[in-house]
């Protein structure tokens, strides 16, 4: 099993930045790709970045280049910089995680930008 916790929520006004990150637990090594997602109110969850064991990286087109994904696997953490905050943007940012056999979810860190 892996246990996935995300921080770095909060509320920014349009233009701001901030860094989420998600601490991993558990079974990291067998872990491959992690990404983060995102879930506004009223909207299915959509996918926002994924980075792989290699570091190999993957954007959802609505990103801009605004955010950044990146991984310490020495520390079992994934971070997401997000620069140039959209109102938009606001929502419960997941971290996702999948081994050979499963995937896992944290429990989401709430995202507002105010305009």
Known sequence: QVQLVESGGG??????????SCAASGRTFSIDVMGWYRQ???KQRELVATISS????????SQEGRFT?????????LYLQMN???PEDTAVYY???ADPW???WGQGTQVTVSS
């Open 54 to 61: 290699g570091g190999i990286t993957h954007y959802a087109d």
């Open 40 to 42: 506004a109110p009223g």
């Open 11 to 20: 509320l920014v006004q349009a233009g701001g930045s901030l860094r989420l």
């Open 102 to 104: 499963k995937i896992y």
């Open 95 to 97: 971290c996702n995680a």
């Open 84 to 86: 140039s905050l959209k």
């Open 69 to 77: 994904i990146s991984r310490d696997r020495a520390k079992n953490a």
